[in-house]
């Protein structure tokens, strides 16, 4: 027996195989076969006659089946712990460690340390945007959070907090200053970049329309600009050339917020965005500026039709303005019908002079042949905008009557539209003739199709004083031809260069199959072609080769054969099996029959 002494600020657990050994033991009565519950060794204690002890530490409960039904002693002393059997091992147990309930993980603590960084910079910087600051800590607060929007995650974590909708309301009324106004727009394209357009609600467009409008008037005006605004300026053109490298419409030398409202719109209003946005942006008043600014770039685009880069900018301009009008009206029936009651149909009006002007353009250069770079570049942009003001109006008459009536009944919109499709092809570069067909084929289907009105007036035009006749050297019978034999003959062309080019792929593949299957014709002296084959059907080389080479082709050669013709043996044995075998299933059957 052992005795087990405890002591303090440690505990002892007793750890026996098979039995726990409690404080108070389990007392049998004689005769009986299992023991009385474990009574409080006080309770035992006044049956000896001594005096109680205090309770001390919680004691774990007795299990009393695994004792067995053994009687345990018991000492009662109170620095002691009761007597065990002496198989029983002492062990000693450390203090229980202090627990604390959710602890955060590594990488959720690093996930809080980066928001919390975020948080930081934002504060500082959303703090000297607020309306109650001095103007030019809110100019150089804008443009320090429009360098930081050029990184992806400053731009996620302001839509994850959602923080757009802060910033645009401290942005309000920053259409009073052009510096302000100027970094405000810088600070849109940049948020735009991402195409999503669930950022600019209608507060944001109805900022952007102002802006625009407070900068037409101040060019109206012909407001000197401020020394904040030149200086802002220039750090804007050397922010977006540092981190914009391919900026294809935007003019980083002198980026002005008109240029940077008309980007972001397009990027908005793209053909997948929603009807009811491009609704939004029309209630706005967007649509109207930029209808009204087509008019006035066209007023002052040079009569003179010379291909000079500030004319082929103003093309460009163009271009980008039909752009946005026609991402606005695609297959939106509302802004289509907007757009042509317009102003008493300024709109059509406006389109017949981009056709008209783009067509002079080419006309006039069409015999100087550009070597420049520059001039290629810039013919393109005429090009380009004649391509738009087509594809705008295919999207005009697309399934709408109206629309179609309008335009067509406009003094000589369809004849301008036939020669961009019979007489422009002749004149163009390879790359355009394509556009010119197939857009000017296409607005000729809708607008023929939809208004039988317009089909009488195809059929009266005339072109035998049209200049294009002689840019085309065409003969002087194809004048007095009518629309309709002018159009059947362009069918013809396309369909006879169509057979040809079929039978030119024809005799191509052929050319191509013969080459890949060449077929060898062997004499009895295995010469073809003046080259000598060997048995496998290669040509023999010129080279000498060595007697002992010679040998080991010959041992080679004789191997093959006797391979082949013991393969053809085998092959002869079992066709001869198989007939015998068939010959006799015959007589089997024969004799069953006569049985």
């Known amino acids: ?79 002691e712990v009761e007597v065990v059997r002496e198989s029983a091992e002492v062990v000693d147990v450390e203090e229980d460690k202090t627990m604390v309930s959710n602890v955060k993980d590594s990488g959720n603590c690093i996930k809080d340390g980066v928001d919390q960084t975020f948080f930081d910079e934002f504060d500082y910087l959303f703090d000297g945007m607020r309306q109650g600051e001095p103007l030019s800590v809110r100019v150089l607060s804008v443009f320090n959070v429009t360098k930081n929007c050029f990184k992806q ?46 950022d600019f609600s209608k507060p944001s467009l109805d900022l952007l329309v102002k802006i625009l409008k407070s900068d037409e008037e101040r060019i109206q005006k012909s407001v000197k600009p401020s020394k904040s605004f030149t200086t802002f300026r220039k750090r804007v053109n050397e922010l977006f050339a540092a981190e914009l490298k391919t900026a294809e419409f935007l003019d980083l030398t002198n980026i002005t917020s008109d240029q940077l409202i008309l980007e972001l719109l397009i990027f908005l209003t793209v053909p997948t965005s929603q009807i009811d946005y491009k609704e939004e942006i029309r209630v706005c008043g967007a649509l109207d500026y930029y209808i009204n600014a087509i ?9 003179g039709n010379r291909l000079t880069n500030e004319n082929c900018q103003r093309f460009l301009r163009i271009e980008r303005y039909l752009q946005l009008v026609e991402n606005l009206t695609y297959m939106c029936s509302d802004n289509q019908n907007y757009t042509v009651n317009f102003k008493k149909k300024s709109v059509i009006r406006s389109l017949y002079k981009v056709l008209i002007a783009t067509l002079s353009t080419i006309h006039s250069n ?90 009488k007036i195809v059929t009266k035009c005339r072109f035998e004083d049209s200049p294009w006749f002689d840019a085309c050297d065409d003969g002087v019978e194809d004048r007095a031809k009518s629309t309709l034999d002018l159009l059947v003959d362009t069918f013809l062309k ?76 085998s092959k002869k044995n079992k066709d001869r099996e198989m007939k015998k075998k068939d010959e006799e299933d015959k007589e089997k059957g024969e004799d069953d029959r006569d049985i």
Not at 157 to 178: C, H, M, P, Q, Y
């Open 153 to 198: 995650d400053f731009r996620t974590n302001i839509r994850k907090f959602n923080l757009l909708k802060t910033i645009f309301e401290e942005l309000v009324g920053a259409e009073s200053d052009a510096a302000l106004s100027l970094c405000s727009c810088a600070l849109f394209y940049t948020i735009a970049l991402d195409d999503r357009q669930i």
């Open 366 to 455: 069409k015999g100087s042949k550009i070597k420049l770079l520059n001039r290629s570049k810039n013919l393109d942009m005429v090009y380009d905008c004649m391509f738009g003001a087509l594809r705008m109006m295919l999207n005009l008459t697309h399934g709408n009557e109206y629309t179609c009536t309008e335009i067509g009944n406009y003094s000589n919109m369809l004849t301008v539209v036939l020669e961009i499709v019979l007489f422009l092809p002749g004149v163009a570069d390879p790359k355009h003739k394509l556009d010119c067909y197939t857009l000017g084929l296409g607005l000729l289907i809708n607008l023929l199709g939809e208004v039988p009105q317009n089909r």
């Open 494 to 569: 396309f369909h006879n260069s169509s057979k040809e080019l079929e039978k030119q792929t024809f005799s191509e593949a052929e050319s191509l199959c013969l080459r890949d299957e060449e077929v060898v014709e062997v004499n009895g002296n295995g010469h073809v072609g003046g080259e000598e084959l060997t048995k496998t059907g290669e040509p023999q080389k010129e080279e000498k080769v060595n007697t002992e080479q010679q040998a080991e082709s010959k041992d080679e050669e004789i191997s093959e054969e006797q391979v082949i013709n013991g393969e053809r043996g």
């Open 295 to 303: 008019a006035s770039i066209l007023n002052r685009v040079d009569k």
């Open 1 to 79: 027996m052992k005795l087990i002494r405890r002591k303090k600020n440690r505990r002892k657990k007793i750890i026996s195989s098979g039995i726990n050994a409690e404080y108070g033991g389990g007392i049998l009565k004689s005769g009986s076969k299992r023991p009385l519950k474990a009574e409080s060794p006080s309770k035992h204690r006044k049956l000896e006659g001594e005096a109680p002890v205090r309770s001390g530490p919680k004691k774990a409960k007795l299990n009393m089946k695994a004792l067995g039904g053994r009687f345990l002693d018991i000492i009662p002393k109170s620095d």
